[in-house]
């Protein structure tokens, strides 16, 4: 896959849009009557709320503990380094950004400013799709909403699994 520089600017109102949407959708859910529509809303917003948040707390902590970027990329996922069979060819074939550090401001700051700055994209991916979760009570039957809470769940043992192999853990 061709990896595309996207300037710092477009890339974090990429970030913000998407998190824009996953809430927007959030709330759009109330209005709609149909249960299966209204979970997959839901779920719509339960991957904006995966997604997009990442880079973008990478980018908000980064900077406020010196970590300078340089740009994004539009690239493959780093999920591919763990070779497992299906996971690792989805995540070849998705398209994802990533922001690009400053190599110099890294060495600059001191290992728990790296830490935090690494640590933050998974744990904002991790926490903010339960949001879904909880917005989804009452909203939708029990079943559906286990459902979301499971993925959540899911998607949290798999970054405790994957981050520490490839992924931003991995980088501490």
Do not use: Q
């Not at 763990?82 to 398209?95: G, H, M, N």
């Amino acid at each position: 896959m061709k990896r595309f520089r996207i300037p710092l600017v477009l890339g974090n109102g990429i970030d913000v849009l998407g998190i824009v949407v996953g809430i927007y959708l959030l709330v759009a859910g109330f209005d709609i009557n149909t249960v299966p529509l209204r979970f997959l809303v839901y779920l719509l917003s339960w991957m904006c709320l995966v997604f997009f948040p990442h880079c973008l707390a990478h980018f908000a902590v980064g900077r406020l503990v010196g970590v300078r970027f340089t740009h994004y990329l539009l690239g493959k996922s780093s999920i591919t380094e763990l070779r497992l069979p299906v996971i690792s060819a989805l995540s070849s074939a998705i398209p994802l950004l990533t922001l690009k550090i400053d190599h110099g401001s890294l060495k600059s700051v001191g290992p728990g400013a790296r830490a935090v700055m690494f640590a933050s994209g998974a744990v904002v991916s991790m926490i903010l799709p339960f949001l879904v979760v909880v917005v989804s009570i009452g909203r939708l039957p029990v079943i559906w909403s286990v459902g979301l809470l499971l993925i959540s769940v899911v998607n949290v043992c798999f970054d405790l699994y994957y981050s520490p192999r490839a992924g931003d853990f991995s980088r501490i």
